[in-house]
């Protein structure tokens, strides 16, 4: 059974910090792409920045330069670093595990809510 448990998720005030984590189990992480995407209120789901097996990353252009992701395989763990933090980034973020063979496998977190406000 394929689990992703994100944590790290809060209140910040803007141009504070956050690091999300994400924990995953059932799969064998490192051969997977992993991402973070976010959905705020009325808003569709985004992506946010993606890391493949062999470490390249992708950025949304909103938070490049911002954000940070990162996997740790030896923990089964893919952060976020998240600094200079605005209210648009208000959301709930979700983890993504991704995997392109002959068929395309995707699981999700159930996400957690980062609040962005002073």
């Known amino acids: 059974q394929v689990q992703l448990v994100e944590s790290g998720g809060g209140l910040v005030q803007p141009g504070g910090s956050l690091r999300l984590s994400c924990a995953a189990s059932g799969i064998n992480f490192g051969t997977w792409t992993m991402g973070w995407y976010r959905q705020a209120p009325g808003k569709q789901r985004e992506l946010v920045a993606v890391?493949?097996?062999?470490?390249?990353?992708n950025y949304a252009d909103s938070v490049k330069a911002r954000f940070t992701i990162s996997r740790d395989n030896a923990k089964n763990t893919v952060y976020l670093q998240m600094n200079s933090l605005k209210p648009e980034d208000t959301a709930v973020y979700y983890c993504?595990?991704?995997?392109?063979?002959?068929?395309?496998?995707?699981?999700w977190g159930q996400g957690t809510q980062v609040t962005v406000s002073s």
């Open positions: 890391i493949t097996s062999g470490e390249s990353t």
């Open positions: 993504n595990a991704n995997k392109r063979t002959i068929m395309t496998y995707e699981y």
